[in-house]
């Protein structure tokens, strides 16, 4: 955690490179502050969770990249909050599930990004999740195969998963 007050400083000094690899929770105060520093990068990947108030207070940023690719979970409003922060680099490569109730309305969100989407690192979703994230045209995902089908996480019945016609094409383009 940083306090409200060092976050200020760092904000304003002009020498800061804008990381911050090793906090890993942020109040609202501090996200403002943050988000007012004047540097090209803020990089806040030590975070683990972020909350909607946070995420909201951090779309002040006017550098050029938002990192915080340290995220772990994400509920839907805030998913909804980060694909709004033009300058968030769209990089999650510590999201390794979607296994909230939520986990739909999150991938829903998260495909509305603008620019690339990179889960990397992904490794247990639902039919339904997926699908819902597979209509980003430019998410980066692992090979469908590797990935852990699990039952629905509200609960609801679990369906086959249909790969969507273009998505082979689309991972060519890709790589």
Do not use: Y
């Amino acid at each position: 955690m940083i306090d409200d007050e060092t976050a200020a400083v760092l904000a304003a000094a002009t020498k800061w490179d804008g990381r911050l690899l090793h906090v890993s929770a942020l109040t609202v105060r501090s996200a403002r502050a943050l988000a007012g520093a004047n540097g090209n990068t803020l990089n806040l990947s030590g975070l683990r969770r972020l909350d909607r108030d946070v995420a909201d207070a951090l779309a002040g940023f006017a550098g050029t990249t938002l990192a915080v690719r340290g995220l772990t979970a994400l509920d839907a409003p805030t998913a909804d909050a980060l694909v709004a922060i033009p300058s968030w680099d769209g990089r999650l490569p510590c999201l390794t599930a979607f296994s909230a109730p939520d986990s739909v309305a999150v991938a829903k969100a998260l495909a509305t990004r603008k620019g690339q989407l990179a889960l990397p690192n992904l490794r247990k979703i639902s039919p339904k999740t997926l699908t819902a994230l597979l209509e980003k045209q430019d998410v980066e995902i692992p090979l469908i195969e590797t990935l852990e089908l699990i039952p629905e996480p509200d609960g609801s019945t679990t369906e086959d998963f249909v790969i969507p016609e273009d998505f082979a094409e689309r991972q060519k383009r890709r790589r």
